[in-house]
């Protein structure tokens, strides 16, 4: 009984470090849920906003790419991650395509 109460201490606090998220996952989560929001915001502007404000957008995503890519770096395991940010990219690059198509055509 004695050696069992120093163990399911031990346990305890093995189970409470692993299970808890770290402070860099936290932040991964926080930036790639703020990246994600940033690409879904922009995909609802009007097609006028988005000729007019289009440097400013680009700069801002590319800021934010380099803000998440930072973050990410510096997790072991970022498979989580890469979903959201692939999809996010990739919602992007449609919406880049066919604003700098509008801008050519007029």
């Known amino acids: 009984m004695k050696n069992s109460i120093p163990l399911l201490g031990f346990f305890l606090i093995a189970i ?4 808890c ?4 996952e936290k932040k991964a989560e926080q930036v790639t849920n703020n990246y994600v ?4 915001s922009i995909s609802h502007k ?3 906003d988005l000729l007019s404000n289009w440097a400013i957008i680009n700069t ?3 800021n934010k790419t380099a803000e998440i890519n930072t973050e990410i770096d510096k997790l072991e395991d970022n498979h989580d991650f890469d979903a959201k940010i692939d999809s996010a990219i990739a919602k992007y690059e ?3 395509k066919s604003v700098l198509l509008l801008k050519e055509n007029k």
């Open 60 to 62: 801002s995503f590319e």
């Open 21 to 24: 998220k770290t402070q860099e």
């Open 16 to 19: 409470s470090l692993t299970s």
């Open 37 to 40: 929001r940033f690409v879904d």
């Open 46 to 48: 009007s097609t006028d």
């Open 94 to 96: 449609v919406l880049k």
